[in-house]
């Protein structure tokens, strides 16, 4: 994702990160739109709660704003900006503990049509099972919360939001073989949590 | 397809679960008012304290705690390989002093002598020698230091003050008297 996408959207990055520097809050706009929903995607899949997920968001960006003169451009902005996320999610995560409370978010009607949502819900004989896209939603959620921080945070990046394993290290600050490590655990953990979606 | 991808195609569904259209545009302007409201609500001096922490947080890495210990570490070697020994204090000097006096009747002259030294004297290796006093007017110093290095730090004088002991024996524990006789014999031979 990321890289290619950045890449064609007609104004990129980097121009924006520039103009905002010099005190253009236009362009500091143009990249809060740009990123609120990859980067809500990635809190809200991390918290699974919508109102943290919104609180979230609007401490990330005004971090990113205070420290936006101190981006040197050696990495992307796109990898800067998620490590923030990243970051302030997991503290926030630590400070909250284990008392969290599960909100939903609205599902895309696209769902219906995904190739694997439709061999979720029809059964070997090409019966339509009893299963309702809440009911999924519900317990992906409750797969996810049930991973530890790091895990359900490469499972988010790399399952969810599509990066690549070199593009999370550099993300999280670790090494590509802890990267793909934390994923084969997590997998395996969520194997057993939706066993019954699997078989 | 395995097990694994069934799972990872699982978990992808999560995709789909997005904000409303709305959402961007309603975040943005709570972003804006947000700004404006923090910048009201907070005193100048929280602002200027989270503008310090936030262009320091990116300097406390590990990796520079560590460099930082290791500077420290070398800086106290260095202090404590340039100043090895402690000096002494000056009353300590002057306990010594009285202990090394000669005779209870010299040491108030000694004491009386105002005499102080230009400098402390030092061994060989830089080390700070303590002062142990003037030698009284008068008195040859050089047989007395001769007598103690051969007689193991006691001159030959208070050897003889002390032969009825049982120090009355040479340094390899022949009594005094027998070993003049033992040698006298050994002549006439």
Redesign the interface.
């Known amino acids: 994702m990321s890289e290619i996408a950045t890449q064609t959207d007609p104004v990129k990055d980097s121009e924006l990160v520039e103009r905002a520097q010099n005190g253009d809050t236009k362009a500091f706009d143009e990249l809060v739109r740009r990123y609120t929903p990859r980067l809500y995607a990635l809190v809200y899949n991390m918290t699974s709660n919508r109102e943290d997920t919104a609180d979230l968001l609007q401490d990330i960006f005004a971090k990113a704003y205070r420290s936006l003169k101190r981006f040197m451009g050696k990495s992307s902005f796109y990898t800067w900006i998620y490590a923030i996320g990243v970051n302030m999610t997991l503290n926030f995560l630590k400070k909250r503990g284990r008392y969290y409370k599960v909100s939903l978010d609205d599902v895309d009607t696209g769902i219906e049509n995904d190739p694997e949502f439709i061999k979720v819900t029809t059964s070997n004989n090409g019966t339509l099972r009893d299963v309702n896209i809440n009911e999924l939603q519900k317990r992906l959620n409750e797969a996810m919360m049930k991973l530890s921080e790091d895990h359900r945070t490469v499972v988010t990046l790399y399952d969810i939001q599509g990066l690549q394993h070199s593009e999370i290290s550099k993300i999280l600050n670790v090494s590509e073989g802890t990267v793909r490590s934390r994923l084969f655990y997590a997998h395996r953990q969520l194997q057993s949590y939706l066993e019954d979606f699997v078989k | 397809m395995s097990?694994?991808e069934?799972?990872?195609?699982?978990?992808?569904?999560?995709?789909?679960?997005?904000?409303?259209d709305s959402?961007?545009e309603n975040?943005?302007t709570?972003?804006h008012q947000?700004?404006r409201e923090?910048v009201l609500k907070r005193s100048a001096r929280s602002l200027v304290w989270?503008?310090f922490t936030?262009?320091f947080s990116?300097f406390f890495s590990p990796k520079w705690a560590y460099a930082c210990v290791g500077a420290a570490a070398a800086i106290a070697l260095t202090f404590f390989a340039l100043n090895p020994a402690p000096k002494a204090s000056g009353d300590a000097r002057q306990a010594i002093a009285k202990s090394e006096s000669m005779t209870p009747t010299e040491a108030p002259q000694v004491a009386e002598a105002p005499k102080t030294p230009t400098s402390t004297p030092k061994d060989n290796f830089g080390v700070e020698l303590p002062f142990i006093g003037f030698a009284p007017e008068g008195v040859d110093i050089e047989p007395l230091l001769i007598s103690r290095h051969f007689a193991g730090g006691y001159g030959d004088e208070r050897m003889h003050a002390i032969s009825g002991s049982t120090l009355g024996t040479d340094l390899i524990g022949i009594p005094f008297d027998e070993a003049k006789e033992s040698s006298a014999a050994a002549e006439q031979h």
């Open positions: 097990d694994f069934h799972i990872q195609n699982l978990i992808r569904l999560k995709r789909h679960e997005k904000p409303d959402f961007v975040f943005l709570e972003f947000r700004q923090d989270e503008r936030t262009y990116d």
